[in-house]
Antibody, heavy 119, light 108 residues
């Protein structure tokens, strides 16, 4: 069955960077666009961006312009999301999620990665 | 950018109640809307896609309706396991996506 397994929790200082991984298994890695969504404590879901694992093309929310980089490694079926210049407001659980074209929605999600930004 | 406004933001209801959550889009999105359920500490789970199609395995007490700018998620008879937060998501602007602010359903 499809699984998305994310890397573990991170604690970072303001101004640092964090890179989170999301390893996919159980289906053809390059067939589904992979998105990143975050959720600050007690808050709602916020869409961050998307990567096409096949071609590597990306798009992201304007809010993260210049701070977010999404990459993929097809040899390990893993996508990565790096966020730079971290600030306390970036403290959140970060999820990867697979977009299934046939239903037009996210059908599988990673377990989430807590990133804490604190001095 | 398309904005999604969910109402109410908080809802207190009893087991067996009929519950309706509304999601309004700032511009027409046809039927490009999905609904998710999220329980504390867990990733969201898709309930409804294309505004009204029930995802496989989702109980039939959940239903979705609407098109254009106004959508509803209805739970016909609330069950204990339905107490959660619900989010709408528009996919008209794909690959750019937007979520509604969420509706928390709690036990009365």
């Amino acid at each position: 069955q499809v699984q998305l397994v994310q890397s573990g929790a991170e604690v970072k200082k303001p101004g640092a960077s964090v890179k989170i991984s999301c390893k996919a298994s159980g289906d053809t890695f390059t067939s589904y666009y992979m998105h990143w969504v975050r959720q600050a404590p007690g808050q709602g879901l916020e869409w961050m961006g998307v990567i096409n694992p096949g071609g590597g093309g990306t798009s992201h929310a304007q809010k993260f312009q210049g701070r977010v980089t999404m990459t993929r490694d097809t040899s390990t079926s893993t996508v990565y999301m790096e966020l730079n210049s971290l600030r306390s407001e970036d403290t959140a659980v970060y999820y990867c999620a697979r977009f299934y074209d046939s239903i037009g929605a996210f059908d599988f999600w990673g377990q989430g990665t807590l990133v804490t930004v604190s001095s | 950018d398309i904005q999604l406004t969910q109402t109410p933001t908080f809802l207190s209801a009893s087991v067996g109640d009929r519950v309706t959550i509304t999601c309004r889009a700032s511009q027409g999105i046809s039927s490009y809307l999905a609904w998710y359920q999220q329980k504390p500490g867990k990733a969201p789970k898709v309930l409804i896609y294309a505004a009204s199609i029930l995802q496989d395995g989702v109980p039939s007490r959940f239903s979705g309706s609407g098109s254009g700018t106004e959508f509803t998620l209805t739970i016909s008879s609330l069950q204990p396991e339905d107490f959660a937060t619900y989010y709408c998501q528009e996919v008209k602007s794909y690959p750019l996506l937007t979520f509604g602010g969420g509706t928390k359903v709690e036990i009365k």
